[in-house]
């Protein structure tokens, strides 16, 4: 699971220090942006707003502003909370009131400042805010990441071939650089992949430098349709020319014949003799377990240290340098259909992944839990801070998608609560409410626990 576990106890608590820290930091900014999204429209909604916690727990510090409500930091600064005035039953809208120790009726300026007298409307923007906030984080990090800095990118020069497919057929080869397709300039490898990935059967006619040479090859994607490992239905227009970084030994299937069936060692052993050949390999991508197989090469220059198990790359074997990095710069306008493109196809595999768990289609971990989370933050944190405020963007992106989710506690469940309430004219009582909240922890809890499970058995296995 891990790239490299520590094995003395200085390196495991720094370790545990450096990725927990990370993770913890950055679930706590994204936390704080979405309860920042619940007050400042129940602010505008004219709801009393109780507290605003940095944290939780007992409180370290606190000043209360003119409106009434409280700047807490409390003693466990992970994300935080906000306290609505007034989230009561509306039919009996009674608090405890510590000066008379005794419960009494709101006032009449309570009233006003109440969540659970807002119109239904009101309601439903404060508890919308939390996740639009986040949303609309990642979107305006993610155009200002890619107008500003550039976004990550690959050069389009072919690293892999699929065999069987168009471009094997049609005769490209390892080291054509694509330059042109139909005459629109390729600046980056996502430039073939987003004309053709959508665009199955469509010819184009590609100009390739290949040997300091230019030529021309006139070739489409085929459209291919199969179920992934994570057991959802895929279909897309695929070239079969690929531009890899790394592959993880234990995903060889086969290397020039010989069966590996995922035995990380044995794939480590046989491509230390193949080092800078043109070699054949399968790997499974699909539910199916049917071999996919490329034709690529292993440069031994990228390589130097596959036999050192001290290594941090001892798990993968590189196909290109490790180092390279390409950011290009693109317009506010590019830059704003690159972050469209990216969140729908999150949202859309978030949607799939959870129909195929929902049925059961698949033995995958879907989600993980906090092991696994806290080691792609601070994978992240370690490429880079661009690659850091990316995925932090993702991540906020994500979170703003689970709490949409219908399931009591969760934004989503109060929503539906909402619903209810506009349909029949009337609020759940706050017995049902209380059991939906119930069922809500419980799913919540026993996804948890499973997601958790997943990552131990990833780390021990």
Known sequence: MLEKIPETLSELSGFLFFYGFVFAFSLAIIILIHEFGHYIVARWCGVRVHKFSIGFGRELFGIEDKAGTRWSLSIFPIGGYVKLFGDLDPQNPVIYDPEIAAERKLTELELKQAFCMKKIWQRAAIVIAGPAINMLFAVVILIGLYSLYGQGSQVPVINALCIGTSSYDDGFQLGDEVLEMDGKKIRRWADVHNLTWSNPNKKYTY???????????????????????????????????????????????????????????????????????????????????????????????????????????????FVTDPEEKLYLRLGLIESSKQTYYILSRIFDRAFQLAKVAFKGKTDEPVLGGVAKMSEDTGNAAKQGIHNYIHFLAVMSFGIALINLLPVPLLDGGFLLFLIYESVTGKQLSPRIQNYAFAIGLAFLGGIMIIANLSDLLRLLL
């Open 207 to 317: 100009k390739v430098k290949r040997d300091n040479q230019t030529i021309e090859i006139t070739s489409a994607a085929r459209e291919v349709k199969y179920v992934d490992k994570k057991g959802v239905s895929v279909s897309h227009g695929r070239t079969g020319m690929i531009r890899l970084n790394a592959i993880k030994y234990d995903e060889f299937a086969s290397i020039d014949g010989t069966q590996i069936d995922e035995d990380p060692d044995k794939a480590r052993e046989i491509l230390k003799e193949k080092l800078d050949q043109t070699i054949t390999i399968g790997l499974i991508l699909r539910e199916d377990k049917t071999q996919d197989m490329f034709v690529i090469k292993f440069p031994s220059e990228f390589n130097k240290d596959m036999s050192d198990p001290e290594s941090d790359n001892h798990k993968v074997i």
